[in-house]
């Protein structure tokens, strides 16, 4: 490879763990320090990949977002998808994959190689792309991105490296609670350091990374935009069903932020209440239109007003599901996981570790 480019494979125990917006957040801090950073992702799509999931898109954001040139970008070899296994299964295809990827290795160029991995260990495993393989094609080494949901996690990590070996590089815990921080960082990461598993950083949870733009809501719900279709790019922090009486729902209200909230058209007094309040967007189901008057207040106080054609039930599953599954196209959330990694993650220790330090290649 020339200049005799270092590969780093960054992977996750499980889809929607953060690794999108993490490998974007340490690209940017080590070409910020001079690294001449390189970026791909060989498998694209995979299993419970939404609409949401463009890897063409993802490319291009991440190029334009890092001033990456075109030398510095890897494409995609395989799009992971139904018609891919089937083709696979029916003998269709054939395809040598890693000798594939090992012919682009051998053309990249740069200081370090970030190439982001598949969903999970396993994933791609039919095509010969599991992360291991990925690794041991590519002589990369592994950075876990692990979203914390309870200490159990460390059951997943232990067998992680078990499965790794030394391609394990380490890990980076994500999406911690405030309230089990202390906890992760006292006990889950001296236990895993004396098992050999360095921590590079614990990120604790954020909302704005969480969140959902107003013009991603219209796009997943197919909705109808009844006004201020110039601020779809509000943020949206959290999902509300707007169903009770007007003074409980206004007591509930207050206590949110940047809301979607979900009602009838017919709620008058609920959508004003919402209007009040910290809200992003009101969604309206039931096909019966607001009022002129409502109409009037979201047009002043710049608020838009989704009508979709589905019931609330419906809608309110097609939201949580894109709270699960965001992505990181909005320059707001690029500064916030610029900003996290660089107050959270062990860049010197990392870099030493990839042999940047020892082996002086820093600029």
């Known amino acids: ?44 799509g995979g299993w419970g ?10 490319l291009q954001f991440v190029a334009q977002t890092l001033n990456l040139p075109e030398n510095r970008l890897q494409p995609s070899i395989l799009m992971l998808d139904s018609e891919a296994v089937e083709n696979r299964l029916n003998l269709q295809d054939q395809t040598d994959y890693r000798q594939q990827l090992a012919e682009q290795a051998q053309r990249q ?11 999970t260990l396993d994933e791609g495993k039919l095509f010969n792309l599991s992360l291991l393989e990925v690794a041991d094609t590519i002589q990369a080494s592994v950075l876990l991105v692990a979203r914390f949901q309870s200490m159990l996690l460390l059951d997943g990590l232990l067998s992680a490296r078990e499965k790794l070996g030394d391609r394990l590089l380490g890990v980076l815990i994500n999406d911690v609670p405030n309230n089990q921080l202390e906890t992760v960082n006292t006990s889950m990461v001296p236990f ?11 990120l604790p949870s954020s909302d704005l990374l969480r969140s959902v733009s107003v013009a991603e809501l219209v796009h997943q719900l197919k909705a109808e935009v009844l006004c201020r279709p110039d601020r779809l790019d509000l943020m949206v922090e959290s999902l509300t069903i707007g169903a009770m009486n007007v003074n409980s729902a206004l007591k509930y209200f207050r206590a949110r932020r940047n809301m979607a909230v979900v009602t009838g058209g017919d709620r008058t007094d609920l959508q004003l209440a919402a209007l009040e309040t910290s809200t992003q967007c009101l969604i309206l189901t039931g096909h019966i239109p607001p009022t002129k008057e409502i109409l009037s207040r979201a047009e002043d106080l710049e608020i838009p007003i989704l009508s979709v054609d589905l019931d609330t039930l419906s809608t309110v599953e097609i939201v949580d599901r894109a709270f699960g599954q ?22 010197d220790r990392f870099l030493g570790s990839l042999g940047f330090e020892r082996a002086g290649a820093l600029p």
Not at 192 to 200: A, M, N, P, Q, T
């Open 109 to 119: 160029s740069g200081d370090l190689v970030l190439l982001e991995g598949p969903g």
């Open 49 to 58: 990949q939404t609409q949401m999931a463009d890897s063409d898109g993802d």
């Open 192 to 202: 895993l350091e004396k098992r050999g598993i360095s921590v590079f950083g614990v």
């Open 1 to 44: 490879m020339p200049k005799s480019a270092k590969y780093l494979l960054i992977g996750s125990l499980e889809a929607y763990s953060g690794k999108s917006a993490i490998t974007l957040g340490i690209a940017h801090q080590l070409k910020a320090k001079g690294l001449d950073i390189a970026y791909g992702k060989p498998l694209s």
């Open 326 to 347: 965001v992505r990181l196209h909005e320059p707001i959330k690029f500064q916030c996981i610029c900003q996290m990694i660089e107050d959270y993650f062990d860049s």
